[in-house]
């Protein structure tokens, strides 16, 4: 079964572009209208880069395998990135938003670019497109946990993980674990107190392709339900939850060592630092 890989870069920054313009040092200026995923990080052109190598170095052809949904405002960056990087300009998809207020979401994303590009049928990598992991990362060792879980046609999906502290639990969605991995329960930003876990999950999911045709009836459930608001549809953690928690597929889990997360302008900082410095080591 092929994999195919779609990172997501479809926001809008807000936070970020925010403290971009309340930076009264200026230093960082040129930064104004950049989506996050196009930031120039670690000696990169792009946060993105990154992946792109990571991608190129575990033999993923990057021209079939690779797509990039984005938005409106952000489209013609994302189509020059491609062009620098040979990537065939059909792997991005404008999802036809203009503004955060009229966003799709990021749920929304996932599944008008299964539908547009007809993936369906293919295993797909999410990538959220504001985020890296550490430099211990290992994606062979990831991909080859995917498909071994899933050799005896147990259907299966993996999800990645880190360790967070208590203060920090109430930030992320959490995952509950059983002795052989396997997800649980999955809590959208829960109390220190309401759960023992510490375990968060970023956005990097291995999906089954039968995983995918529950997309369509998550969405509809959620714009069918009368306390439905966006975030239902913007938080891929909302999806993993749904799915989760109605025991409708098998999630298992693999712990990394930590992620870097770009929201706003010092954790953009600290990034690319963080990169830098790798780069001296």
């Known amino acids: ?19 971009l313009l309340n930076d009264t040092s200026k ?21 993105i880069t990154h992946w792109l190598d990571t991608l190129i170095e575990s033999n993923i052809d990057i021209t079939s395998s690779l797509y990039i949904v984005t938005n409106s405002m952000a489209y013609s960056s994302f189509i020059s990135w491609a062009e620098v990087h040979n990537i065939p300009t059909k792997n991005i998809i404008n ?3 203009t503004s955060n207020e ?26 959220g497109g504001d985020t890296l992991f550490l ?9 080859e946990k995917f498909n071994l879980i899933n050799s005896n046609d147990d259907l299966a999906c993996l999800v990645t993980t880190y360790k967070v502290n208590d203060d920090n639990v109430n930030k992320f969605g959490i995952l509950e674990l059983d002795e052989n991995n396997q997800v649980i329960n999955f809590l959208e930003k829960p109390s220190s107190q309401s759960t023992n876990s510490r375990t968060a999950c970023p956005c990097f ?9 529950l997309l369509k009836e998550f969405l509809e459930e959620s714009k069918n339900n009368p306390n439905h608001i966006l975030e239902d549809r913007d938080a891929t953690g909302k999806f993993l939850a749904w799915v989760i928690n109605n025991n409708k597929f098998k999630f298992f889990a693999e712990n990394v060592q930590g992620r870097i997360d ?3 302008l010092q954790s953009y900082i600290d990034a690319n630092k963080y990169f830098d410095d790798q780069e001296d080591i």
């Open 95 to 97: 999802d036809g938003s």
């Open 135 to 143: 430099k211990d990362f290992n994606f062979n060792k990831l991909n």
């Open 262 to 264: 770009v929201g706003g």
């Open 102 to 127: 009229n966003r799709l979401g990021a749920v929304e994303d996932i599944y008008f670019t299964i539908k547009t590009l007809s993936l369906q049928n293919s295993n797909l990598l999410i990538i």
């Open 205 to 213: 999911y291995f999906l089954h392709y039968k995983s995918l045709e």
């Open 27 to 47: 230093k960082y200026s040129h930064l104004l209208g950049v989506p996050k995923a196009l930031l120039p990080l670690g000696g990169k052109d792009a946060l």
């Open 1 to 19: 079964m092929s994999l195919k890989v779609l990172i997501l870069g479809a926001g809008y920054g807000t936070r970020l572009q925010r403290d």
